[in-house]
């Protein structure tokens, strides 16, 4: 048996698996939404998967089983939500064209919108359709995160409406039954106790005025340092003060600790210092690893010269940059070996490219209970000719 996180393959499973490819452990993801299933049932609020994290769609019917419907940002997540996952669909994006909100009303049930200006835009047409319940997103300009690009109320922000727009744009927004703010990365409850302190604070005048309330992604729940009970008082604390509906619209928390990317040794020369070239990619199947930038965790590894062979990994692509950090082994890797890179299942996946015609990581499912494992996707030359022309 050969241990991959919670996911055990034998020897037949893993000669027969290909690589580069992303493992999923649908035991571990129902866990995850059992935990969610169970913060909904004790706050009665409703918790929406956001597919920016997380749009596995093979994996639908398991998370309708536990969520009850999910949060797209474009007309293509939105697809996905109606014809993939059912359930409520609530639609927002920083702004939409014409020919997107032809679109979001026939799919959403639910949609928000960033500015009163594209909310006036467009509020004729999405009243043509009276069972869509609409939003505002408001910046409580409040900052729970040090990292810029993940910082939605930083300085001259894009996302929400300010209390400054807010009051100026009050008389427009008769129509409006609810409110959005999304303000957190990876935080505990804490930070969702601190922001939505500043949320009441500043636009606590008009909650008579709205019906619901969405407290948008960014909630760790499923970490094992979570505070899930904070939360759960949190949002009973909220709703018994408001009679508010709440939802949250997590994408990390569903699938954190689900999945790996599993990758093979392809060279190993030394040039100054040793090098390794794996059959992925930092920029083409881990964007986020340069972009962030962080260092992926890998079983069995350390930091370089921790253990007595340290190796630079570096990907497939002819980028100088490819490379995905220094990692040290207890043994010589060898030709073939094969490298499990952790947690890989949220944010990599939907944020992958076919960058220089390498292939997508081929993605597999496996069910932990059943040590089962199954081939869901695999990838090829139409995927990269499809996206040119
Ligand atoms: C990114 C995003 C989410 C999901 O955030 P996670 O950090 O993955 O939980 C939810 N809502 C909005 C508006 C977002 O932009």
Redesign the pocket.
Known sequence: MEQFGRIKLSPKQLSGLKTPCYIVNESKLEENLRLLKYVQDKTNSKILL?F???AMWSMAKLVKQYLPGT?A?SVSEAMLGRHEFGGELHC?APAYSQADMEEHVKLADHI?FNSVGQWNRYKELVKQHPHIETAL?INPEHSETDTAI?D?SGPNSR?GTTLENFKAGLVDLEGISGL?F?N???LNADALERTLSVVEEKFGFYFDKISWI?F?????ITRPDYDVERLIRIINDFRSKYKLKVYL??????ALNTGVLVTSVLDLFNNGMKLAILDTSATAHMPDVLEMPYRPFIENADEPQEKAHTYRLGGITCLAGDVIGDYSFDKPLQIGDKLVFGDMA??TMVKNTTFNGVRLPLIYKFNSNQNELTLVKEFGYNDYKSRLS
């Open positions: 956001a920016k994290g997380f949060s940002s927002y928000v997103r993940y939605p996302l959005h999304h957190l990365c990876e969405n948008g992604g960014g909630h760790h619209e997590p994408g990390e928390a569903i949220h944010y």
